[in-house]
């Protein structure tokens, strides 16, 4: 097929037509993966849920098992490579490096994924996400990963391709763009990712089939990490990409400084993998100055990134607000955004429920001695609950109200649902991961599918919060996957019934993007400063309610050994 490329009249965007294939191909993708973890995720709730418990334990087990790799794994990782084959060739507006190359990895990733799934309801793979050794799954568990693994690594390297032929090709002056620069951030993060969990995972398989005698279960715990907490990185990495995405297709918003966002990914390059080691703070075989230099030193330039963008994304915002009149008040530019637009709101929940639940639950699981507190408790699914689902999927489907019609030249279908949607979906969510900290801060185990622990031989009678908190997380989580649900009728709606749009004009040639040097320029130079004192104001909110719960965590430490 010859390569040619369409101009979306509505936004101005230009895909290249393999590109374009790809993208829809892996969105489509996630959002079916999407769907089946939600189910199981209806399942594991309804379980957990103590005044239903729903499954037997050994289901239980496997159904958490398909959850984790289905919603942290397969669903979001299919949807980044939509959104690098993007933020690559529809952002630069240059053809795709190798399109039967990336067809082939898009395959091993549906290969890979079904293997792994197939595994896993078989009922011999219930060994969770973690999938920590000395339990073994059935080989073709760990093949099926290593398959889609290899497959994302190769989209990573299109993704690398396309940004060298835009160069090439001249297709853009300058730097390429910061939602770009986000974008290849998460690929470098990814990279990084998959090899390590190659690391791990192909002396796991040999292990499974016999051909190596066993696997050392610190060692394993240690490199497997570098996969399972670095994947989510890759996340925060695309889903800050988009807030600014966002800020900038909505309002016109200009970063506040792109060299200081840049940075900030930079750091998160460097520094944001580290937090890999907050997972192992309770391992008697890693050193105390190994875990001091990893969630200390090391970790706070990755929190810094992620302030520094939580600052500049608003403060963009509020910048534009203000440019356009609305400078009455500290927040007169966020009263009067567009709350009744998907993809603002969408977006500007998920910024908000990363940034003050996310943010500071994830500070305070990675200090060491806090740790001990909330260590393999409920808080620890409520941490990444708030992060990877609020943070992550609730910005993906923000974006995706912004690309059905622009991608995929649908109409998206009742209007109205798709207002409420995000506001169902996040808030129903970042009560959920709240009420899940809580009752592991009361100590609820993370995985036991029975909290009172019937029929053991000690009993422990848990405080009535503890059963309140499991109860408010039952109702949340039924009403988050309700929202989730919705998000995936509107979407799926949209692409079968939605009213055809306009796809714009086809040619053979690519437009180049337009040298916007000067203009990046004078904002560079200060030209166009506007203060942003609205902005401010919630960053030092951020800092008193980190400052607060920082402490009280500590308050309940001292609780812990009482001295007489």
């Known amino acids: 097929m010859s390569t040619t490329y369409r101009t979306c009249p509505v936004s101005g965007l230009q895909f290249e037509n393999h590109a374009e294939k790809l993208m829809r191909w892996n969105a489509v993708a996630g959002v079916l993966w999407l769907l089946v973890g939600g189910i199981t995720a209806l399942l594991v709730i309804l379980t957990r849920w103590p005044a239903i418990k729903l499954l037997p334990a050994d289901q239980f087990y496997l159904i958490l098992t398909a959850h984790g ?34 067809w082939a990895a898009f ?35 760990y093949l099926g990963i290593i398959l889609f693994a290899v497959g994302a690594l190769i989209g990573c390297g299109i993704f690398f391709g396309t940004l060298v032929i835009a160069k090439r090709e001249k297709t853009y002056s300058g730097s390429i763009p910061l939602v770009t620069f986000g974008a290849l951030t998460a690929a470098i993060i990814a990279t990084f990712t998959i090899l390590a969990g190659a690391g791990i995972l192909l002396p ?59 940075f900030a990914f930079l750091l998160y390059i460097l520094f944001l993998q580290l ?45 534009a607000q203000r440019r356009k009149g609305y400078t009455n008040g500290l927040f007169e530019w966020l009263r009067k955004a567009p709350w009744g637009n998907p993809v603002f709101s969408g977006m500007f929940i998920s910024l908000v429920s990363f940034g003050f639940l996310g943010g500071i639950s994830g500070v305070v699981l990675g200090t060491e001695q806090i740790n001990m507190l909330m260590h393999n408790t409920f808080y620890v699914p409520g941490h990444f609950h708030t992060t990877v689902v609020t943070g992550t999927t609730l910005a993906f489907m923000a974006v995706t109200y912004l690309l059905v019609p622009v991608l995929f030249r649908r109409e998206m279908i009742l209007p ?23 009752a592991g801060t009361l100590g609820v185990s993370r995985r036991h599918w029975d909290m009172a622990f019937a029929g053991a031989p000690f009993q422990y009678e848990w405080p009535g919060a503890a059963y309140l908190m499991m109860g408010l997380t039952g109702i949340a989580g039924v009403i988050a996957v309700i929202g989730g649900g919705l998000w995936i009728v509107l979407v799926v709606g949209s692409l079968l ?45 951020l800092f008193v309610c980190f400052v607060l719960y920082y402490f009280v965590n500590w308050k309940y430490l001292s609780e812990v050994w009482l001295l007489s």
């Open 497 to 541: 019934f939605g009213k055809k749009l306009d796809g714009g004009k086809v040619s053979n040639l690519p437009t180049p993007i337009p040298d916007q040097s000067q203009a990046a320029s004078a904002v560079a130079h200060g030209q166009e400063h506007v203060g942003v004192p609205g902005t401010v104001v919630l960053a030092l909110l």
């Open 275 to 319: 937090a890999s080691a907050h997972h192992l703070l309770s391992d008697p075989g890693m050193s105390a100055e190994w875990k001091v230099l990893n969630t200390s030193y090391f970790m706070y330039f990755a929190v810094m990134a992620s302030m520094i963008h939580g600052f500049t994304v608003p403060g963009a915002i509020e910048a």
């Open 204 to 262: 796991t398989l040999l292990w499974s089939v016999g051909i190596i005698r066993e696997i050392d279960a610190q060692l394993y715990r240690m490199v497997w990490w570098g996969l399972g907490h670095s994947s989510q990185q890759i996340n925060v990495s695309a889903h800050v990409a988009i807030w600014y995405l966002i800020a900038a297709v909505v309002f016109g918003a200009k970063p506040l400084s792109e060299k200081v966002s840049r």
């Open 107 to 141: 395959w091993l990733m549906v290969v890979g994924g079904i293997m792994t799934n197939v595994a896993i309801f078989q009922g011999e793979s219930s060994v969770m996400f973690t999938s920590y050794v000395p339990m073994q799954a059935a080989p073709h568990f």
């Open 416 to 438: 109205k649902l798709c207002q409420i949607q995000p506001y169902l979906f996040g808030i129903s969510m970042s009560v959920l991961g709240l009420v899940m900290m809580g």
């Open 69 to 102: 790799i289905d919603m942290l794994i397969l669903w979001i990782i299919f949807f980044e490579m939509a959104v690098l084959y993007f933020a690559s060739s529809t952002l630069l507006r240059c053809r795709l490096a190798a399109p039967k190359v990336a």
